[in-house]
Every structure is written in structure tokens, then in C-alpha cells.
């Protein structure tokens, strides 16, 4: 460690804690009798930093293994550090998928469960947890169980979305997609304002499995919420190319930007220019599905950009059907609020998953990246609320800032999420930097 400096233990949006990882193959033997368990780090708040004052978390990234993986049952039992990167490209040339993936690859299966991810597809597929036939844990006792809808399902449904409070988890069972090729057919076309976004986002999920839609956030007024609209399916073995993809990797930036590089007029720039190199009409094409899945990844350590304060990023579902119009006041009041954000994404959500703190819910889902300020925590508490005034919620792998008193307002189902911690966990051994700040777990 340069300088005698101390090791530290950071999430995706730079804030950080003094505190190190210890990882071993034999993931239990590490994890037993610390707080926390983290995968690689790509929760962007404070979910995978310890409590206050606990400087070791048990990493899980070298318990990696794939134990079985059945491709005539499209079934797979792998360890929890396993990377969806490896995983994918394991998959891929068998003609099979993990059936949801989050936005990026460099995320661990056990990180995936415990947020419960969603991806592209949620309209068609709902997150991760639906597809997760098993689950092996090391409880807060030191007892290792196995857990799913028929053996103990109340830890089996806290442990998905569960953000690692129930359990050091070591092992799991995933079902697969199987997929016609490994390459996606793509339609992509520029959408004028928010109307038109939420309306071509409706229509695509009729037909589209993985549908989204990328806003320019600074966009106001009679052009808020333009954007473009991304859709796509498995391209079928005539429409893609003969030759398989192989892994992409992409150029790095060195180091943290100076904190004048990102600001409201090189986000307009950017903004602006990314939306114009989408063509007004639509325009179908076959692409390598590292470009589609995870077109963030084409630059590693991507939020250098943001500079040494880092940034947040706000999640959140709004119920749109239900409160016609809570889409529009959402961004309106981020515009107002001066929320310039790079990347502003959209996606319409399905059905409510089991996990018992998962994210979403029928509705649309509204994530923005937003630089480090002064007055950042006071936007979040203001988004927050009128998040919580439309009846939504916002996406914990994301957050860290939202207060305690609003996120208990937001979710009625933490009584029953508490109940599977009072008969795994009577004592809050397994907690986190945000278990603490926002369920009021000892410090
Ligand atoms: C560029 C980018 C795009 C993203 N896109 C999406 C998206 O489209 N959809 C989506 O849903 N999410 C998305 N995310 C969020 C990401 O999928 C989640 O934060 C995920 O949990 C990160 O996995 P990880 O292995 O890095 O976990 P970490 O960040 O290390 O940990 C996250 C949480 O999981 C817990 N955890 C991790 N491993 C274990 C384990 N073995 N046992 C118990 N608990 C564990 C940690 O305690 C922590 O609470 C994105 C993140 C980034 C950086």
C-alpha cells in the first residue's frame, strides 16, 4: 500500500471505508463469523462496504468453480464468486444463457442474487431470483443450509434481494436459457419525448425480450425524456454471422479525472452527441452481445470519469400505470433540482419477484448517474421523496443516501423480511454499512 495509506474497501461510485477483503477458495472458512460477504464490488453504495467500525468482509471472487453444469438440462450449480463474465462465455459456445444479466459482466452470481438483478428482459423473464433453483448458505449460527421454495423458503425468499443479510452465500442453482445463436439482432431508433419513449418501450415489450431506453437527462421542457430506444432478441442461426464472438476488451481509463472534466457542459455535449449517432428511423443490425448487454464495459473503470468525489447513482421504480404522469414529475423535478446526469436510463418492469426486498415491481424504472456534490445527498432525499410520494421505490444495490424513515415508508414488506432475520439472525450478525443506516442494525 503506497505511503503507508490503508486499505480500503470501496463501492462502484467511489465512496469508500478503511477496511480489507479476505478471500480464499473455501469461501466458508473465511466468511465465518464476519459480517459481510462481497463479490466484485460493482454495488454502487454503501451495500458491500461493512458496518461502521468492522474492517474485515470475506471476498468471495476466488470461489469461482463451476461444480456441474448440465446442458441437455440447461442446469447449473456454481460457487458463488463465479463472474457472469466467465460464466457467459462459457455458456455462449454451449448454445446457452444465463436468463437475466444486469448491466455489466463483472459481477459475481452471489452479488447478482443477493441484489436480485434485473436486465433487459425483466418485462418477459423478472430477476435473477425466479431462475435460482437453490441456494446454499452459511447462516450467521455457522450452520451451512440449503434453502429453496420447498426447503426453508423464508430464507430462500430473504436471501434473494436480501443484499447478503441472511447469509454468507456459497453455492447456487441457476435454470439456463437456451439461445438459437450466440449473437443479438438489434433495433435501435431515436425517440423525440417522453410520450413517444414510454409508448415505443410498451409496443417493443409486446414482441422484444430485452427492451430499454437511453434519456438525455438534461433534455427539458417539450423534449424531456427524448432519448433512444434500444431493443433486441437472439438473432436466429440465418440471421448471424458464422463465426462466433469471442470476448471483447476494451480500453481502460488510467486514472481519476480531475473533478472539472464532467460538468453540465461536456454532459450536454455528450449527451447530445450520443443521441445523434442513432439514426431517426429505425435501424436493425446484428451485434456482438458483449456491445448489447454490456456496452458500459467497453471501457474499464469507467467511474474514473467522475473524478476523486465520485458519484451516486438513484434507482428507482415508479408505478406509471397506476399514477399516469409519475415518470414525467420524477425527471422534471430531477431537472429542476439540477440532477445533470451522464447516463440516464429507462425500463419497463414486470411482475413483482419472490425475493422479499427485491427491487422491482410493475412499473418503470428510472436510473440516474449523478456526479458527487455538495448538495448530492439533499437531491437523493428529494428524488427520494418524490419517489415516495408516487407510490415507488428505489434499488438498494444502487443506493447511499436515501434516510431510514424513507426507505421504511417505501417498502411495507420489511416486517416480513425482518421475521426471516429474527429466525436466521436474531442477533443482526450479518450486516452492512447500509443495513445499519437504513434498518437500523447495530453499528
Ligand atoms: C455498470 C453497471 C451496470 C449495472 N446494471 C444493472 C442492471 O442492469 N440491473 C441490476 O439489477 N443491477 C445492475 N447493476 C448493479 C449490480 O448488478 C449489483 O450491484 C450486483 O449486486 C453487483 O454484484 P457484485 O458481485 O459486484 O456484488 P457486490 O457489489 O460486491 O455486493 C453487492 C451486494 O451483494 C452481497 N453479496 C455479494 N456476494 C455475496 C455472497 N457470496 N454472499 C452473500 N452476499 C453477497 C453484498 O454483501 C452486497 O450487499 C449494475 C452495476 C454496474 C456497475
Redesign the pocket.
Given at each position: 500500500m503506497p505511503g503507508g495509506a490503508k486499505p480500503q474497501l470501496a463501492?462502484?461510485g467511489g465512496l469508500s471505508v478503511p477496511g480489507r477483503e479476505l478471500r480464499s477458495e473455501r469461501?466458508e472458512e473465511v466468511?465465518r463469523g464476519l459480517p459481510?460477504?462481497?463479490?466484485?464490488?460493482?454495488?454502487?453504495g454503501d451495500?458491500?462496504l461493512p458496518p461502521p467500525g468492522v474492517t474485515a468482509?470475506?471476498g468471495?471472487v476466488r470461489a469461482d468453480r463451476i461444480l456441474a453444469l448440465d446442458p441437455a438440462r440447461a442446469r447449473l450449480r456454481a460457487e458463488?464468486?463465479l463472474?457472469l463474465r466467465d460464466l457467459a462465455w462459457t455458456l455462449l459456445p454451449r448454445g446457452l444463457f444465463p436468463p437475466v444479466?444486469?448491466?455489466?459482466q463483472?459481477?459475481?452470481l452471489?452479488?447478482?442474487?443477493?441484489?436480485?438483478?434485473?436486465?433487459?428482459n425483466h418485462h418477459v423473464a423478472g430477476?435473477i431470483g425466479r431462475h435460482v433453483t437453490g441456494l446454499r448458505?452459511l447462516t450467521a449460527a455457522g450452520e451451512i443450509v440449503d434453502c429453496s421454495r420447498e426447503r426453508s423458503p423464508d430464507l430462500f425468499r430473504a436471501t434473494i434481494g436480501g443484499?447478503?443479510?441472511t447469509?454468507?452465500?456459497?453455492e447456487l442453482e441457476l435454470a439456463l436459457d437456451r439461445i438459437p445463436s450466440p449473437w443479438i439482432l438489434q433495433e435501435t431508433r431515436r425517440v423525440a419525448h417522453l410520450d413517444e419513449t414510454l409508448a415505443a418501450l410498451a409496443e417493443s415489450a409486446r414482441d422484444w425480450p430485452f427492451t430499454v431506453c437511453w434519456l438525455d437527462a438534461l433534455a427539458s421542457g417539450r423534449a424531456l425524456g427524448r432519448g433512444v430506444l434500444i431493443r433486441g432478441r437472439w438473432a436466429e442461426p440465418g440471421e448471424a454471422p458464422g463465426t462466433p464472438p469471442r470476448p471483447l476488451r476494451g480500453p481502460a481509463v488510467p486514472f481519476r479525472l480531475p473533478g472539472f472534466a464532467l460538468n453540465d457542459l461536456s454532459v450536454r455535449l455528450f449527451n447530445a452527441v450520443y443521441r445523434a449517432s442513432f439514426p431517426a428511423r429505425l435501424r436493425r443490425s446484428v451485434v456482438h452481445p458483449q456491445k448489447f448487454f454490456?456496452p458500459?464495459?467497453a471501457v474499464r473503470h469507467?467511474?474514473r470519469i467522475y473524478g476523486a468525489r465520485g458519484f451516486t447513482q438513484f434507482q428507482c421504480v415508479l408505478p406509471e400505470s397506476e399514477r399516469p404522469g409519475a415518470v414525467r414529475r420524477f425527471l422534471a423535478e430531477a431537472a429542476r433540482r439540477g440532477g445533470s446526469s451522464f447516463l440516464c436510463v429507462i425500463k419497463d418492469c414486470g411482475a413483482e419477484g419472490e425475493g422479499l426486498l427485491s427491487?422491482p415491481r410493475p412499473g418503470v424504472s428510472v436510473a440516474l448517474d449523478l456526479p458527487m456534490r455538495r448538495d448530492t445527498r439533499a437531491l437523493v432525499e428529494a428524488l427520494a421523496d418524490v419517489v415516495l410520494a408516487e407510490g415507488g421505490r428505489i434499488?438498494?444495490?444502487?443506493d447511499a443516501f436515501v434516510r431510514a424513515d424513507q426507505f421504511r415508508a417505501m417498502e411495507p414488506r420489511l416486517a416480513a423480511f425482518a421475521r426471516a432475520r429474527d429466525r436466521w439472525d436474531p442477533e443482526r450478525r450479518l450486516r452492512?454499512a447500509?443495513s445499519v443506516r437504513l434498518l437500523g442494525d447495530p453499528a
Amino acid at each position: 500500500m503506497p505511503g503507508g495509506a490503508k486499505p480500503q474497501l470501496a463501492g462502484w461510485g467511489g465512496l469508500s471505508v478503511p477496511g480489507r477483503e479476505l478471500r480464499s477458495e473455501r469461501l466458508e472458512e473465511v466468511a465465518r463469523g464476519l459480517p459481510l460477504t462481497r463479490g466484485l464490488g460493482r454495488s454502487y453504495g454503501d451495500s458491500a462496504l461493512p458496518p461502521p467500525g468492522v474492517t474485515a468482509v470475506a471476498g468471495s471472487v476466488r470461489a469461482d468453480r463451476i461444480l456441474a453444469l448440465d446442458p441437455a438440462r440447461a442446469r447449473l450449480r456454481a460457487e458463488a464468486g463465479l463472474s457472469l463474465r466467465d460464466l457467459a462465455w462459457t455458456l455462449l459456445p454451449r448454445g446457452l444463457f444465463p436468463p437475466v444479466v444486469p448491466g455489466t459482466q463483472f459481477v459475481t452470481l452471489g452479488g447478482m442474487v443477493a441484489a436480485d438483478v434485473h436486465g433487459k428482459n425483466h418485462h418477459v423473464a423478472g430477476t435473477i431470483g425466479r431462475h435460482v433453483t437453490g441456494l446454499r448458505l452459511l447462516t450467521a449460527a455457522g450452520e451451512i443450509v440449503d434453502c429453496s421454495r420447498e426447503r426453508s423458503p423464508d430464507l430462500f425468499r430473504a436471501t434473494i434481494g436480501g443484499m447478503g443479510l441472511t447469509g454468507h452465500l456459497l453455492e447456487l442453482e441457476l435454470a439456463l436459457d437456451r439461445i438459437p445463436s450466440p449473437w443479438i439482432l438489434q433495433e435501435t431508433r431515436r425517440v423525440a419525448h417522453l410520450d413517444e419513449t414510454l409508448a415505443a418501450l410498451a409496443e417493443s415489450a409486446r414482441d422484444w425480450p430485452f427492451t430499454v431506453c437511453w434519456l438525455d437527462a438534461l433534455a427539458s421542457g417539450r423534449a424531456l425524456g427524448r432519448g433512444v430506444l434500444i431493443r433486441g432478441r437472439w438473432a436466429e442461426p440465418g440471421e448471424a454471422p458464422g463465426t462466433p464472438p469471442r470476448p471483447l476488451r476494451g480500453p481502460a481509463v488510467p486514472f481519476r479525472l480531475p473533478g472539472f472534466a464532467l460538468n453540465d457542459l461536456s454532459v450536454r455535449l455528450f449527451n447530445a452527441v450520443y443521441r445523434a449517432s442513432f439514426p431517426a428511423r429505425l435501424r436493425r443490425s446484428v451485434v456482438h452481445p458483449q456491445k448489447f448487454f454490456w456496452p458500459l464495459d467497453a471501457v474499464r473503470h469507467w467511474n474514473r470519469i467522475y473524478g476523486a468525489r465520485g458519484f451516486t447513482q438513484f434507482q428507482c421504480v415508479l408505478p406509471e400505470s397506476e399514477r399516469p404522469g409519475a415518470v414525467r414529475r420524477f425527471l422534471a423535478e430531477a431537472a429542476r433540482r439540477g440532477g445533470s446526469s451522464f447516463l440516464c436510463v429507462i425500463k419497463d418492469c414486470g411482475a413483482e419477484g419472490e425475493g422479499l426486498l427485491s427491487f422491482p415491481r410493475p412499473g418503470v424504472s428510472v436510473a440516474l448517474d449523478l456526479p458527487m456534490r455538495r448538495d448530492t445527498r439533499a437531491l437523493v432525499e428529494a428524488l427520494a421523496d418524490v419517489v415516495l410520494a408516487e407510490g415507488g421505490r428505489i434499488y438498494l444495490a444502487k443506493d447511499a443516501f436515501v434516510r431510514a424513515d424513507q426507505f421504511r415508508a417505501m417498502e411495507p414488506r420489511l416486517a416480513a423480511f425482518a421475521r426471516a432475520r429474527d429466525r436466521w439472525d436474531p442477533e443482526r450478525r450479518l450486516r452492512s454499512a447500509q443495513s445499519v443506516r437504513l434498518l437500523g442494525d447495530p453499528a
